[in-house]
Structures are given as C-alpha cells and as structure tokens.
C-alpha cells in the first residue's frame, strides 16, 4: 500500500456488494461529504468513493490547477488524473472492491477530472456522469503520433454528459469539442441539454437514474 494514496482524505461507504461503485467527484469548493449526498439520490445501495481534490484555490479544494476560469493547466489536469488513477487502484485493492463495476460521477470541477480520466486512462472509469462538465484538455494535443497526451481507444467507454445550454462556465463549443473527440475515439456518449446554467438541476437527476437503470 502506497502512504501517499492511503492518506488522500477520502469518504468511503461500502454499499451493497451487488451494486456498482460510485466514484463521487466535487465540485471547485465541494468536498467528499457534500457530493456524497448527490450519490444517496442515485443509487442508495451503491458503494459510495468520494476523494477529496487535492489542489486549493483560495481556500477552494479543486482536482486541478486552472490559469483563469474555464482555462487550465492542462499538464497539471494530466499529472492530475493520473494521480486519481493511482488512488483508484489503491482503494480497488483496499476495500476489497474486487471486479464491482465503477461509475464516475463528478459535478463542475469534479466532471472536468472524470472526463479527463476518462480521455487519458479509460479503463479506470468505464462509465462517466458528467454534471456541467466541458473539455478538460482543451488546446492539448492528443492522439496521434507526436501528440503529448496519446488517449486510447474509448470503445469500451460509455459517459452522459448533462449540460445546461447557457452555462458560462463549461460553455456548449467546448462540450461539442469535448463530446466529437470522444465519439472519434469510438466512445459512446449520451448528451442531454437542458435550459439554463451551471449546476445539478432536478432533470438532470432524473436523466442520470434512467441512464443507471
Ligand atoms: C473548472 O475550473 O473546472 C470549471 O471552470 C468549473 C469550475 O469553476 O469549477
């Protein structure tokens, strides 16, 4: 066991043994309690995960480094992610989670880590739910020879993207960069636009249970 992932503040609830594993990711100024609230809503049987971000801004807990709202440090969000999936592998081993399935589920900030998970190491979160999320490596080069960031194939990756269609901070052109490189890469993807702006808006719940189910 690695010191380091095992002291990465974290709430854990083991659920029942035949429901999934919820991976609940916060938002920029949320914390594990807060979002597992929003776990309790979609599966109250699941595993609850929920770590804690380890970048604060302002007093803020975050996953990642950001240069102004909306742009980010894009290799930080990659050094990042990686870091999540080294908590990932430590908590499967830890909580004896054994082949459970796994969904990530992030709100904001918390959505833009699942997404870039979900773009740089697949195979640790299969299935994303992403509230208010946008392009978390926009402006990165990825895939192709000579990219920086090289993703694998997303054919097994299957992610509801729910936005609102006037939400300044993960504006719709980035969602539309974010949801055509996911589909190029053979990802399915589910994307439900609702009116309005950032946030987890009662549809948006309701739209994720029959996406679970
Ligand atoms: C981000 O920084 O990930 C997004 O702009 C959303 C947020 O403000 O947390």
Known sequence: MSAAQ???PHLFRPGSVDAPVLLMLHGTGGDEQQISGLAAALDPRAAVLAPRGGVVENGMNRWFRRLSEGVF?????????DDLAGFLVWAREYYELGDRPLVAVGFSNGANIALALALLRPEMVPRVIAFS?????DGLPVGGSGA????SGLAASVLLLLNGDSDPMAPLSSVHRLVSLLEARGA??????????HGIADSDVAAALRWLA
């Open 6 to 8: 095992a002291e990465w």
């Open 188 to 197: 399915t993807v589910e994307q439900v636009l609702r009116p309005g702006g």
């Open 148 to 151: 920086r960031v090289t993703t």
């Open 73 to 81: 440090d894009t290799d930080d969000v990659a050094r990042r992610a």
């Open 133 to 137: 999320g946008m392009h978390p490596l």
